[in-house]
């Protein structure tokens, strides 16, 4: 579509187009992106009660990542951490 088309679609159309798109080619960087920029719309929609809950549960996602090398979860991990580090050799 082009954009012009795209600016023709509601924010409900927009939002099922671009989750489905994503979520289909598993594009989770969009989908993190997503989970980033909530937050600041919530605040500039005037919903400052979601934008604290919002942040919390980005901060909790963010909590779980720092502490997902230790014990079972960080051994289950392992593979993960070997691909992404393997193809990073400068990290």
């Known amino acids: ?5 795209l600016e023709a679609l509601s924010a409900q159309e927009l939002h099922d187009r671009a989750v489905r798109y994503a ?5 989770f960087a969009f989908l993190w992106d997503l ?8 605040a500039s929609a005037g919903n400052e009660t979601e934008t604290a809950k919002d942040l919390s549960r980005v901060s909790a996602l963010l909590s779980d990542a ?3 090398g230790e014990g079972r979860l960080g051994e289950a991990l392992r593979p993960f ?3 992404y580090l393997s193809k990073h050799p400068e990290a």
């Open 1 to 5: 579509m082009e954009t012009d088309e």
């Open 23 to 27: 979520v289909h080619h598993g594009d």
């Open 35 to 42: 989970l980033k920029v909530i937050p600041a719309a919530e």
């Open 66 to 68: 720092m502490a997902s």
């Open 81 to 83: 951490y070997i691909d």
